[in-house]
C-alpha cells in the first residue's frame, strides 16, 4: 500500500521545457518536502510546505517552483530544466510534530536533453 | 549546508559478516533515523530515534542515539546478499525543521 507515490517514475524533457513532478500522499501529513538528490550524493532539501505555508531554502533556484492545492499533493515546477537539473527527485511527507519521522516516495528520475 | 559525517563511505563485505557505520555531528539533534536506499528508488525508512542512550532493534539492524546527542552507530548483524544499498543517517533538530543528511554509506555484499 503506496503512502507516497510520485509520478511519473521517470521523466525526460528538453533543455528549457518546463516540466512538472507530482507527489501525494495518504497518510494526511502536515508536511511535504521536496528533495533532489544526484548520483552518489545526498538528497539536496529545495523547500517544503507546512500545511500552506512555502518554505524555500535559501540555495533553491528561482527555476524552481512548488504548489501544494490541497493536503494530499503536491508539485514541483521546473520552469526552464537545464542540463544541471537531470537528478532524482524525491517527495517526502511527516506529520510536523516535534517528535517525527519522513517517509520517502519512490523518486522520480529526471532526464534533461 | 550542513551535513552530518557518516563513516566508512563504502564497505565490502563477505556474506555473513556484521556491519558497522556510524554519524557524527558537531551540533545535538533530537532525532536520529536511518534509512536505506536501492538504485532508483526513494530512501526507505529503517530505525528511528528520539531519546539520547535510545537502543533500538529492527530485525538484524540496531541504531543507537550518543548520549552527546551529536552521534548514532547503526550495526547489521550476519549481513545478506539484499542488504546492499546506501545507507544514509540524517538528523533532525525539530519536526519542523530539515533533516540533515550524511554522504551515505554504500554497502556492498560479496556471497
Known amino acids: 500500500d503506496a503512502m507516497v507515490i510520485q509520478n511519473p517514475r521517470y521523466q525526460v524533457t528538453q533543455f528549457g521545457k518546463p516540466v512538472t513532478l507530482s507527489c501525494s500522499q495518504t497518510?494526511?501529513?502536515?508536511?511535504m518536502y521536496w528533495y533532489q538528490q544526484k548520483s552518489s550524493q545526498a538528497p539536496k532539501l529545495l523547500f517544503h510546505y507546512y500545511d500552506k505555508d512555502f518554505n524555500n531554502e535559501a540555495d533553491t533556484p528561482d527555476n524552481f517552483q512548488s504548489r501544494r492545492p490541497n493536503t494530499s499533493f503536491c508539485f514541483l515546477d521546473i520552469r526552464s530544466p537545464g542540463l544541471g537539473d537531470a537528478a532524482m527527485y524525491l517527495c517526502?511527507?511527516?506529520?510536523?510534530?516535534?517528535?517525527?519521522?519522513?517517509?520517502f516516495g519512490p523518486g522520480t528520475r529526471l532526464t534533461v536533453l | 549546508g550542513q551535513q552530518l559525517n557518516q563513516s566508512p563511505q563504502s564497505m565490502f563485505i563477505q556474506e555473513g559478516e556484521d556491519v558497522s557505520m556510524n554519524c557524527t555531528s558537531s551540533?545535538?539533534?533530537?532525532?536520529w533515523l536511518w534509512y536505506k536506499q536501492e538504485p532508483g528508488e526513494g530512501p526507505v525508512l529503517l530505525i528511528a530515534l528520539y531519546k539520547a542512550g535510545e537502543l533500538t532493534s529492527n530485525g538484524r539492524l540496531t541504531a543507537q542515539f550518543g548520549i552527546t546527542r551529536k552521534d548514532s552507530f547503526l550495526n547489521i548483524s550476519a549481513s545478506i546478499p539484499s542488504d546492499v544499498g546506501i545507507y544514509f543517517c540524517?538528523?533532525?533538530?525539530?519536526?519542523?525543521?530539515?533533516?540533515?543528511f550524511g554522504k551515505g554509506t554504500r554497502l556492498s555484499v560479496i556471497a
Open positions: 540524517a538528523g533532525q533538530l525539530t519536526g519542523n525543521t530539515p533533516l540533515v
Open positions: 517526502a511527507t511527516s506529520r510536523g510534530t516535534s517528535t517525527d519521522t519522513q517517509y
Open positions: 497518510l494526511n501529513h502536515n508536511v
Open positions: 551540533s545535538i539533534f533530537n532525532t
